[in-house]
Structure formats: structure tokens, C-alpha cells
């Protein structure tokens, strides 16, 4: 019996293995479109605050141009100064991976393009990591990097 149970066990466990990560890309992807969504309308003050309730009090923000950041506050006051009502942020369709980060959430990774608001232009592109925390039922993001910012040619 313990013999079958371990040859069970080998067998099904890459199925399991196969279907934790499906899942966790899944939710991530989720909270990417919504994240951004609330990001792409934050001249509205609701859809901002929707915004930041998605960082970490002490989020730590990387930006290759704009330095660093040490608070969900100082994200959203940038966020609000040079984004809102200005620039709209598209992820780059197939670019999105997902790695779990086992007792603690996951790293996201990818690339998106910007756009301006007042034409539509989508000029800037750039990779972005975000790591993911999973707290008492609650993802947040604990650390974002966007980096390598280029023409989108």
C-alpha cells in the first residue's frame, strides 16, 4: 500500500505542479488588468484610490529615469502628478510571466508601452518586474521595477 501510494503520489504530482503555477498566472494577469485599469483613469479620485489600495504602505518603486520611491504615498503623489489625465499604460500582449514565490506570492514580468493621452501615440516602451505579496487574503505589490524605458519602434 505505501508503495502504491508513492508511485501515485510521483505520477500526479507534476499535474499538480503544472496547475499551481496555470492558476497563479491567472490571478496575477487579474490583478495586472485591474491594477492598470484603475492606473489608466486615475484623474478620477476614486480610481486612484483604487489604485494605491493594490501597493504596500512600503512599497519600494524602481524607476530606471525617475529614481526611487519608498512608499505607497510617494507613488501615488508621482503617480498623480505626471501620470493622471496624461499617459495610459498597455501591457504588451504574450509578454506577461508569472513565477511563484512559494509562503509569500509571486513575481510578475514584462513589458508595457505607454501612451499619451492627448494623441494616443504609444511612443514609450519598457520592462517591468513586480513582486507580489499574498497577505491575509490580500495581494499587494511590495516592490515594482520598470526599466529599460526605449522608443516603442
Given at each position: ?13 507534476p499535474s499538480f505542479a503544472l496547475a499551481a503555477p ?33 501597493f504596500a504602505p512600503d512599497v519600494e518603486f524602481y ?91
Amino acid at each position: 500500500m505505501h508503495i502504491q501510494f508513492i508511485l501515485a503520489a510521483a505520477i500526479l504530482a507534476p499535474s499538480f505542479a503544472l496547475a499551481a503555477p496555470d492558476a497563479l498566472g491567472t490571478t496575477v494577469a487579474a490583478l495586472d488588468t485591474a491594477a492598470f485599469d484603475s492606473f489608466n483613469r486615475c484623474a478620477d479620485k476614486a480610481q486612484l484610490d483604487r489604485h494605491a489600495a493594490y501597493f504596500a504602505p512600503d512599497v519600494e518603486f524602481y524607476h530606471d529615469q525617475g529614481g526611487v520611491m519608498w512608499s505607497r504615498e510617494a507613488v501615488i503623489a508621482s503617480t498623480k502628478a505626471h501620470i493622471c489625465g496624461k499617459v495610459r499604460r498597455e501591457l504588451v500582449a504574450g509578454t506577461l510571466e508569472v513565477f511563484p514565490i512559494k509562503d509569500f506570492g509571486a513575481i510578475a514580468r514584462g513589458q508595457h508601452r505607454f501612451c499619451e493621452g492627448s494623441t494616443g501615440r504609444c511612443d514609450g516602451l519598457a520592462d517591468f518586474t513586480i513582486v507580489w505579496r499574498l497577505k491575509e487574503g490580500k495581494w499587494e505589490m511590495t516592490r515594482v521595477l520598470s526599466y529599460a524605458h526605449r522608443p516603442n519602434t
